[in-house]
């Protein structure tokens, strides 16, 4: 199972699970439309492709004939703060979510702490500049939020022991709370989803996550993922 780390806390995830389909998958749900079908070259070494096959898939993502895209299937399972969740969960088209319901769900939460505080840029839209504060006030901050973070986690748990329902005691944790979902979508949907987030404009932390679907996916389907990513717009 291929895993990766992207905000390189130990906490932050991106699991993948299963997924349906291939590269193959694509070409046929294509040329069903003719009732024809394509098969894998094999040999001694392994099973490709036909060129004719690669080159119809590069025709369907440059022309947008998007639907044979939708049929591969892919799982995951993500770790992700509560305030990136928000943004990710923004592409919403060929995708299903299940995440931890914290109605139920009582352990100690988890809460992402930034490595660096970035300034604000001067563009609105681009999010974060690259300046950072100074070193003496990113480590006197630092320490500010992880005595939050601890506090918030006292005061938590404290509701909880007294019986506060975890669905009204959740409303005290912040938004930096890790939260966990499994999100199972189309081929298609990945590579709109990352194409949004690796944009220019796409904040950083959101970038990293991308750049982890885009290695499990991409690997995967690794002809259509070229394809579509030289063609979709996000």
Request: negative net charge; proline residues 5%; charged residues 20%.
């Amino acid at each position: 199972m291929m895993t990766f780390d992207p905000l390189g806390d130990g906490i932050s995830r991106v699991e993948h699970l299963d997924h349906m389909g291939d590269d193959l998958r694509v070409v046929n749900a294509a040329r069903i439309s003719f009732d024809r079908e394509s098969h894998l070259e094999c040999d001694d070494t392994g099973q490709w492709l036909q060129d004719q096959d690669e080159k119809l898939i590069g025709f369907l993502a440059e022309n947008e004939h998007v639907s044979p895209f939708f049929h591969p299937q892919i799982c995951l399972r993500i770790t992700m703060p509560s305030f990136l969740a928000h943004q990710w969960w923004r592409s919403t088209v060929g995708v299903s979510r299940s995440e931890v319901y914290r109605r139920y769900v009582v352990a100690e939460p988890q809460c992402y702490q930034p490595p660096h505080w970035r300034l604000r840029a001067q563009q609105p839209k681009a999010g974060s500049g690259t300046g950072e504060l100074g070193a003496e006030r990113q480590a006197a901050l630092s320490v500010e939020v992880e005595r939050l973070y601890r506090d918030i986690r006292t005061l938590y748990g404290q509701m909880i022991q007294e019986g506060v329902a975890p669905e009204l005691a959740q409303a005290v944790l912040p938004q930096a709370t890790y939260t966990r979902w499994i999100e199972t979508g189309s081929l298609h949907y990945f590579v709109r989803a990352c194409g949004l987030h690796t944009g220019p404009m796409a904040q950083r932390e959101l970038r990293l996550y991308a750049e982890a679907v885009s290695e499990i996916v991409g690997g995967l389907f690794p002809v259509s993922w070229k394809a579509l990513t030289r063609h979709t717009a996000a």
